[in-house]
């Protein structure tokens, strides 16, 4: 009976020692030394303006263009990039129009230099066009993604209203 409770701790002992071991120290480590970085996303103005775009017609409800910044104020020690942006409008229910996506490739197009540097607010200005939709918008939604120079992505979702 004592060599079986003897045997049952050092299996045990073991499990504890290969469950600590190797990678998840140093996944622990990472977190401690580095943690998330936190950002505060905002668009302004607030609330956004819709203005129609005449010259297009549709069956429907006229399609529209806006202007907006995005602002990211960033905490940390790192850099970060904006990866990807996705706007679309909705009508405060689940209805909404068809999104439009900007990519790494289309950000850094537009704006040479898609850096966030931590401490300074970067403001990135942005004029979506909206297609033709079945719906009247009361909110334009955008999901940002942020990238770390590890490949990490972090992502953030913003709701503003539409005048």
């Known amino acids: 009976m004592i060599g079986r409770n003897i045997a049952a701790g050092l299996l045990l002992g073991s499990l504890v020692l290969v469950a600590c071991d190797g990678g998840n120290r140093s996944i622990a480590r990472v977190q401690l030394i580095d943690p998330s970085p936190s950002n505060i996303t905002r668009i302004i103005p607030q609330p956004i303006v819709l203005t129609p775009l005449t ?64 401490g300074a607010a970067s403001r990135f200005g942005f004029a979506p066009r909206f297609d033709c939709g079945r719906f009247l918008p009361r909110s334009l939604h955008a999901d940002v993604v942020l990238r770390d120079g590890a490949g990490a992505r972090h992502s953030t979702r913003l709701v503003v209203p539409v005048r």
């Open 55 to 118: 010259s297009v017609h549709c069956p429907f409800l006229t399609p529209f263009t806006t202007t907006f910044d995005l602002v990211i104020d960033l905490a940390g020690s790192r850099d970060l990039f904006l990866d990807q942006v996705t706007v679309r409008l909705s009508d405060g229910s689940s209805v909404g129009g068809s999104p439009v996506l900007m990519s790494s490739s289309d950000l850094t197009a537009r704006f040479a230099s898609t850096r966030v540097r931590p």
